[in-house]
């Protein structure tokens, strides 16, 4: 049974940092694909970026590139999402979602994905 855990949100300034952790249990190989996605009130959830197995299958939304690093720790089953120069449009609560295989221009859309954690709130704020 999979199962996904995120950690590391809470407050921060405007052009502050956090890390978001996602712990992924269940999985019987590395051959998974794991991203992030975000949901703000009243707005849609959006994909915010996505890992395969190795920098050259990493994904990142406009909004958040130069300013967001996904990576990976296959040895802990954890995808870390670094979230820096926070604005208050970051504000939301982030979603880790799994799903096997290697998944490329369907990324973001939240079909793609069979497995989600329960989510943990960001807010940009002063």
């Known amino acids: 049974q999979v199962q996904l855990e995120e950690s590391g949100g809470g407050l921060v300034q405007p052009g502050g940092s956090l890390k978001l952790s996602c712990a992924a249990s269940?999985?019987?190989?590395?051959?998974?694909?794991v991203a992030w996605f975000r949901q703000a009130p009243g707005k849609e959830r959006e994909g915010v970026a996505s890992?395969?197995?190795?920098?050259?299958?990493?994904n990142y939304a406009d909004s958040v590139k130069g300013r967001f690093l996904i990576s990976r720790d296959n040895a802990k089953n954890t995808v870390v999402l670094e979230m820096n120069s926070l604005e208050p449009e970051d504000s939301a609560v982030y979603y880790c979602a799994a799903r096997w295989g290697f998944i490329r221009s369907s990324w973001a859309r939240q079909e793609a994905y069979d497995f989600w954690g329960q989510g943990t709130q960001v807010t940009v704020s002063s």
């Open positions: 890992i395969f197995n190795g920098a050259g299958s990493i």
């Open positions: 269940g999985f019987t190989t590395d051959y998974y694909s």
